[in-house]
T-cell receptor, first 111, second 111 residues
Framework: NAGVTQTPKFQVLKTGQSMTLQCAQDMNHNSMYWYRQDPGMGLRLIYYSASEGTTDKGEVPNGYNVSRLNKREFSLRLESAAPSQTSVYFC??????????FGDGTRLSIL | DAKTTQPPSMDCAEGRAANLPCNHSTISGNEYVYWYRQIHSQGPQYIIHGLKNNETNEMASLIITEDRKSSTLILPHATLRDTAVYYCIVAGGTSYGKLTFGQGTILTVHP
């Protein structure tokens, strides 16, 4: 039982490149979330998916797209990376209104 | 969403109880109080949550005041491994499962 698995763990991009961050959970959770965390700050919600087939914007969605591929997988895409998107990205999952389980994060640097 | 106020930092001696306060004066009736912590740069770890009654689990106790405007997380016997950033979050109701992280309290446990 791996919980929430994020890939890759580290990535360096050049400005303008595109990339997809992958997230998978094996806990049969309905809901999945993407957050970003900038240095010295708390996490901020980018997008979430309440259930398979639905996605909604969070606090900071600009510059990102998401896909809920199936119940297990929720991906985050940067179409044209910008230095302001340098951050640590966390994926989480949960049953409705239950505590969220987080992955170990993807550390993304954009030059 | 209701907001929370936490002290930026606290210290605790190893083996003693750590009491972390949180103010959430604008909490609404159907919102829960959640506590998470983040060790180094790992993903946040769920600790405990409650609505209005005090709660206890294997990690901690949560004391919520009768008017629900504040709460205290208690780690009964702090260890060095409890050094982390602790986040108090109010969520539920119309916010669905979305969590709003503040800057939390940096708890440092000293030998």
């Amino acid at each position: 039982n791996a919980g929430v698995t994020q890939t890759p763990k580290f990535q360096v991009l050049k400005t303008g490149q595109s990339m997809t961050l992958q997230c998978a959970q094996d806990m049969n959770h309905n809901s999945m979330y993407w957050y970003r965390q900038d240095p010295g700050m708390g996490l901020r919600l980018i997008y979430y998916s309440a259930s398979e087939g639905t996605t909604d914007k969070g606090e900071v969605p600009n510059g990102y797209n998401v896909s809920r591929l199936n119940k297990r997988e929720f991906s985050l895409r940067l179409e044209s990376a910008a230095p302001s998107q340098t951050s640590v990205y966390f994926c989480a999952s949960s049953l409705p209104l239950q505590p969220q389980h987080f992955g170990d994060g993807t550390r993304l640097s954009i030059l | 969403d209701a907001k929370t106020t936490q002290p930026p930092s606290m210290d605790c001696a190893e083996g003693r109880a750590a009491n972390l306060p949180c103010n959430h004066s604008t909490i609404s009736g159907n919102e829960y109080v959640y506590w998470y912590r983040q060790i180094h740069s790992q993903g946040p770890q769920y600790i405990i949550h409650g609505l209005k009654n005090n709660e206890t689990n294997e990690m901690a106790s949560l004391i919520i005041t009768e008017d629900r405007k504040s709460s205290t997380l208690i780690l009964p016997h702090a260890t060095l491994r409890d050094t982390a950033v602790y986040y108090c979050i109010v969520a539920g109701g119309t916010s669905y499962g979305k969590l709003t992280f503040g800057q939390g309290t940096i708890l440092t446990v000293h030998p």
